[in-house]
């Protein structure tokens, strides 16, 4: 089970680093058109700010390279030695996987670069308006 505090908990469920209360992202579904990209400016509990300098989540290209990685991976396994598909069609297992997750993929990868650079905080303060 996802526990608050944890880094996975934030991770997965794309809440703030720093005090776990808020999504970062303005629509939490991947998939809605046109706010695949669209974050706060700042998470309103805390006050912690999402996009620390101009440019911030271009590090997180590098985080995608892995994670694309990793689901392509699992196409494979799940195509080829569970499934028994032949090369042709575990490659077009891998692509339809890759197009498919792409949101999915890119969220994830945020999550984790802004998890790198931003510690939990249990006693972050409620932000002041």
């Given at each position: 089970m996802?526990?608050?505090?944890?880094k996975?908990?934030?991770?997965?469920?794309?809440?703030?680093?720093?005090?776990h209360e808020e999504s970062m992202y303005v629509d939490k579904n991947p998939y809605r058109r046109g706010h695949l990209f669209k974050m706060h400016e700042r998470c309103s509990h805390c006050n912690t700010k999402y996009k620390i300098e101009p440019s911030f989540f271009y590090g997180a290209?590098?985080?995608?390279?892995?994670?694309?990685i990793a689901f392509a991976?699992?196409?494979?396994?799940?195509?080829?030695?569970?499934?028994?598909?032949?090369?042709?069609?575990?490659?077009?297992?891998?692509?339809?996987?890759?197009?498919?997750?792409?949101?999915?993929i890119i969220r994830?990868?945020?999550?984790?670069?802004i998890n790198l650079i931003v510690k939990y905080?249990?006693?972050?303060?409620?932000?002041?308006?």
């Open positions: 996802l526990k608050k505090g944890t996975l908990y934030s991770i997965l469920t794309g809440s703030c680093p720093k005090c290209m590098y985080v995608s390279y892995g994670v694309g991976v699992a196409a494979f396994v799940i195509a080829r030695l569970l499934i028994g598909a032949s090369l042709i069609y575990t490659f077009i297992a891998i692509v339809a996987t890759m197009l498919g997750f792409m949101p999915v994830l990868s945020r999550n984790i670069w905080d249990p006693e972050a303060k409620t932000a002041q308006l």
